[in-house]
């Protein structure tokens, strides 16, 4: 599957992160940095990995999982 991911700073300089599927444009990710940097960190790498989980039952199975 291949993403368009869309990266930049927001008003208040905070970093902002969008995944979108490239074929239909539909978004599957979204992420922001308002929280702890550290916690933030987390909660993006914990969405990037469910991300990439729910692609492989796809992948695997031919069915997609629930948005």
């Known amino acids: 599957m291949a993403y368009d991911i869309k990266a930049w700073l927001d008003r208040e300089g905070s970093p ?3 995944i ?3 074929e ?6 979204a992420w922001d940095a308002r ?3 550290s916690q933030a960190i987390k909660s993006l790498f914990h969405e990037l990995m ?5 692609d ?3 992948d695997s199975t031919g069915v997609s999982p629930p948005k």
């Open 16 to 18: 902002r992160l969008e």
């Open 20 to 22: 979108l599927d490239a």
């Open 24 to 29: 239909s444009g539909t978004l599957r990710m």
């Open 35 to 37: 929280e702890h940097r």
């Open 50 to 54: 469910l991300l990439s989980l729910r």
């Open 56 to 58: 492989q039952l796809v």
